[in-house]
């Protein structure tokens, strides 16, 4: 079987996996230097990537994968969300690390990645028209339409954190694991983590910070489920896999009007959706 070697590069962690055919036979991972810019991150890439070369791989012809945050256009990778990734504009990732790493490269954004993964071995099997949301350090998502991973020629193939909401931030400003934090200090609890475990203790106003989050979401949700025709969404993400969250999203999309309703599911490969995708991506080179 074919092997891959494939990167999951979120805003704060980096995941590394080799895989042999379908499977993970050796992975790692380490936190995202995201504050430190381009050149660090392909440092720490470098560095996550070297011990794979013992792996019996120096003479095989094996593809990488990089599954990262952010807008890609023609394997360059540009940051919307700058407090996430400064430093990102057009930066030629796919051939800075072709050229390190001597071997072909291929760049997906890292929501797209995780709902082809999630399409072809997950809580996607089954639809025509899917779409994977992460709500994590940023809010991202990924669409297959017609069965197809959805593609643009300009990087926004389903940038769902910088649609616009009514009061003119966006989605992720109000609904990312990075506004949580932000709001959290604001309102005097320690971080997003304690304001979400507050509004799970039933604290009023940890609740009301923490879904209106969630109904710009469920708003967006409505709206794509009658643009796209969109028939099942599956929940990623560190913010979006805790417990009780997509209870929440479901109960605020139930009340829109029937024709605005999709089927709201939890992301089955959890945190390795983004590996396993970008590695049937990696493999299809
Ligand atoms: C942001 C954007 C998306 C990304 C999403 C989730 C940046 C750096 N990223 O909307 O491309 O898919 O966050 O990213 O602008 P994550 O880091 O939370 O996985």
């Known amino acids: 079987m074919q092997k891959v070697v494939v990167f999951d590069i979120g805003g704060s962690n980096s995941r590394i996996a080799l895989f042999d055919g379908d499977d993970i036979v050796w992975r790692d991972q380490a936190a995202t230097p995201g504050q430190q810019g381009p050149d660090a991150m392909v440092a720490r890439m470098v560095e996550l990537y070297l011990p794979t070369l013992n792996q019996r791989l120096l003479n095989l012809d094996v593809n990488i994968g990089v599954a990262i945050t952010g807008q890609i256009v023609d394997g360059c990778v540009t940051a919307h969300n700058a407090a996430v990734l400064p430093g990102w504009q057009s930066y030629p990732l796919q051939k800075v690390l072709s050229e390190k790493l001597q071997r072909s490269v291929r760049i997906v954004n890292d929501a797209r990645a995780a709902a082809w993964g999630e399409y072809l071995y997950g809580t996607g099997r ?61 309102h005097g609890y320690a971080g997003a983590k304690s304001l979400c475990d507050a509004a799970d203790l039933g604290d009023s106003r940890a609740t009301e910070l923490v879904e209106n989050g969630i109904r710009e979401i469920a708003k967006k949700l409505a709206d794509l489920a009658v643009m796209l025709g969109i028939q099942r969404v599956a929940v990623g993400g560190s913010v979006g896999l805790r417990a009780g969250y997509i209870e929440r999203l479901r109960s605020e999309v139930a009340k829109y009007p029937p024709i605005y309703q999709v089927e709201l599911v939890a992301a089955a490969l959890g945190h390795d959706a983004g590996l396993v995708g970008v590695a049937a991506l990696a493999r299809s080179v």
């Open 126 to 186: 089954g639809v025509d028209e899917f779409l994977f949301l992460t709500v994590s350090t940023g809010v991202g998502a990924g669409l297959v339409l017609n069965r197809r991973l959805h593609i643009a020629r300009n990087g926004f193939d389903a940038e769902i954190g910088e649609m616009k909401t009514a009061d003119g931030a966006t989605l992720e400003e109000h609904a990312s694991g990075t506004a949580l934090g932000r709001l959290a200090l604001e």
